[in-house]
């Protein structure tokens, strides 16, 4: 441990304690008693030379203090054998004041880093300047504090120290010397800089890694290269100086994340309820029992409102699970809303970041109507959206397509990740029965429908939902389906979707009806590229001669572009007999095709389509698309047999070509 060290004086000691009274052992009886406290010094006005035990001053006392000198001449006099004055209000106490009597009956002492300020105010409030002797005590402390300012350690433990004489060190500058010497140090280039930095040539002390400067004795730290080095040394600190370091370093220019990490140290050495998971057992007394070794429910509520004014504001400076674990703390320990409210803001400005444990805060309100907290997640979600739109209307003119999502685009990215952790969030708290509909909708609708390449998520959380509510009506049911966009369903949800009673009937159609088309649409692509290629491989033929430099590369690329061609091929085959499975197990599932049509309104394909116009006759009714923001082609669902029969023919036709 890095330790700076004066010392002063040379004689043998002298002072000895019997109980809460120290006696002085000079061979002369005491004619001055100086209370500090409740510790009792019995001392000397005047001391005879030829009785000393220890050579001194003939007056060591008055010599020394111009305050003592002053009242021992106002109460008693020189001459008076009972002369009594007290200091109940001397910086330090009676710990300090016995080290200043030491100091002036020449013993032996040490100033170090832990009693220089008492020793320094003590010597300002007794008046020990250089007018009443040189080499008073003034003088030491104040040399030993300049020299102890060069040292990190040390000057950490002086500012630990201030705190027992606040206002005194105040008045001497003695908190602001220190707080600007480790605010220095804190921002400067720990690869260019180690505290404190030692000159060459210096001598070591006998003790170990002591250094020796001018007779004054200290261990350097060593030098370390992480930005964090500081965050444990300065946790010790009360809340009020901590608040003044860590304003002094923001000031000093000091980056934000570091000011964050030294913020998220101090507040998980000083709040233990930070660090603890609630449980839902004891939701209603969330609060642990303040014990002795715990601050109170009041303490913490204080502590964690001043670390919350400090965290800096700036987006993506703090993490978000430790945003996210004070939100929740905050509310088990009843913080007041602008806490909460500027906790929510900050987490939702990078609510791309959290996880989807985090978001898991149990319900500990007035209310308690559901398992989790729901409506705070929805303001965090609004605020969220709100910073978004900022972003993208402050940018310049930028066009939202599927190209761009998919390709990662910066001002999307943090949009798609948040719909993944919505829908995550989403099928974890749709078990809860007690989690109403429109909840559920409200908070599922924020999400828009570009931001979620695939609706895989949000179907799943629907199934949950309906699982866990089967008690809702259809209305309701189509209500929620509504919240999907089934032309983004992924083939296995399709799957699944085909076989879920959960879901009504509507819903199944529809995505049944688009899966088709998707289906047609690929086989036609495929025929129209299968077309361009043999163009293409004609007019290669027939130029052949004028391109005979690149005529390997073109060999192989056709040859590619075949082998591209019959793999997805049969990729289309397996998707038409998958879709042609399905079908099959629907019609028996709901009593025969007929049956199922009719529940719609279709007709027979003879029927309802004209084959002179080959358009829908006008008693045909029409499937609309759900969550579709784009008209789809208007193709008969009827016969859905007969259509995959077709797709197998077209994919016959391809594989003869």
């Not at 035990?53 to 002053?70: D, K, M, T, Y």
């Not at 140090?185 to 003790?207: I, Q």
Request: charged share 25%; net charge negative; with cysteine.
């Amino acid at each position: 441990m890095a330790r700076l060290i004066m010392r002063l004086g040379s004689k043998s000691e002298v002072f000895y304690r019997d109980g809460q009274t120290w006696f002085c052992s000079t061979g002369l009886p005491s004619d001055l008693v100086v209370e500090v406290g409740e510790t009792t010094f019995h001392l000397h006005k005047v001391l005879n030379l030829v009785h000393m035990v220890v050579e001194e001053c003939l007056f060591p006392l008055l010599s020394r203090s111009l305050v003592i000198a002053n009242r021992i001449k106002d109460s008693c006099g020189v001459d008076d054998e009972n002369c009594v004055l007290q200091f109940h209000d001397l910086p330090g106490g009676a710990k300090t004041f016995l080290l200043v009597a030491k100091f002036c009956y020449g013993i032996r002492i040490e100033l170090n880093a832990t009693n220089i300020v008492g020793l320094r105010c003590a010597a300002e409030y007794l008046q020990m300047s250089e007018d009443q002797g040189d080499g008073n005590l003034i003088l030491q402390t104040e040399s030993f504090l300049n020299e102890m300012f060069g040292h990190w350690t040390d000057t950490i433990k002086a500012l630990e120290a201030c705190e027992e004489s606040l206002s005194y060190s105040e008045e001497l500058h003695i908190v602001s010397r220190c707080i600007d010497s480790l605010a220095m140090k804190a921002c400067a280039d720990t690869s260019l800089f180690s505290w404190p930095v030692s000159e060459s040539g210096t001598a070591h002390c006998p003790e170990g890694n002591h250094v020796l400067w001018n007779g004054i004795c200290s261990t350097a730290k060593p030098q370390t290269s992480s930005e964090d080095w500081w965050y444990e040394d300065v946790s010790f600190l009360r809340l009020p100086l901590y608040k003044r370091l860590i304003l002094a370093f923001d000031s000093s220019g000091m980056k934000p994340e570091r000011i964050s990490g030294s913020v998220v140290h101090y507040a998980k050495t000083h709040l233990p309820l930070l660090c603890r998971e609630p449980s839902f057992q004891s939701r209603n007394n969330a609060a642990p029992v303040s014990t002795a070794s715990h601050p109170s429910d009041m303490d913490q509520r204080s502590l964690l409102e001043e670390i919350v004014a400090l965290i800096p504001t700036q987006k993506g400076a703090t993490p978000t699970n430790f945003l996210l674990r004070l939100l929740r703390t905050s509310m088990v320990l009843r913080a007041r809303p602008p806490c909460q409210e500027k906790l929510e803001r900050q987490i939702g400005a990078q609510l791309d970041q959290a996880a989807l444990e985090d978001l898991l805060i149990p319900n500990i309100g007035y209310s308690m109507e559901t398992l989790y907290d729901i409506d705070c997640i929805q303001r965090i979600l609004d605020h969220f959206i709100r910073v978004d739109h900022e972003s993208l209307n402050s940018s310049s003119s930028y066009i939202i397509d599927e190209g761009q999502l998919m390709g990662g685009s910066h001002p999307l990215t943090p949009m798609t990740m948040v719909a993944t952790l919505v829908d995550g969030y989403l099928a974890e708290v749709a078990p809860d029965v007690n989690l109403k509909l429109p909840k559920f909708q409200s908070l599922a609708a924020v999400i828009p429908d570009y931001a979620r390449p695939t609706n895989d998520g949000i179907y799943r959380a629907i199934d949950i939902y309906l699982k866990a509510h089967p008690w809702l009506i259809d209305s309701e049911r189509e209500q929620i389906c509504g919240l999907m966009n089934c032309q983004k369903l992924s083939l296995e949800a399709i799957t699944h979707a085909t076989q879920n009673e959960r879901l009504p009937l509507r819903f199944i159609v529809q995505v049944l009806f688009f899966e088709q088309l998707r289906l047609r649409t690929s086989i036609a692509g495929w025929v129209f590229v299968s077309d361009n290629f043999e163009n293409s491989q004609n007019s290669t033929e027939n130029n052949a001669a004028s391109a005979s430099i690149v005529h390997g590369g073109a060999v192989r690329d056709r040859c590619t572009g075949a082998d591209d061609i019959t793999e997805r091929i049969s990729e289309l085959e397996k998707e038409c007999l998958s879709m042609k499975e399905e079908l099959e197990k629907l019609v028996k599932a709901k009593r025969g095709w007929n049956i199922f049509l009719k529940k719609f309104g279709f007709r027979s394909k003879a029927k309802s389509i004209d084959p002179k116009t080959a358009k829908p006759s006008s008693d045909s009714k029409k499937l609309k698309p759900c969550n579709s923001k784009t008209s789809a082609p208007k193709v008969s669902f009827a016969n859905g047999s007969e259509n995959l029969n077709k797709g197998e023919s077209e994919l016959q036709v391809l594989k003869e070509n």
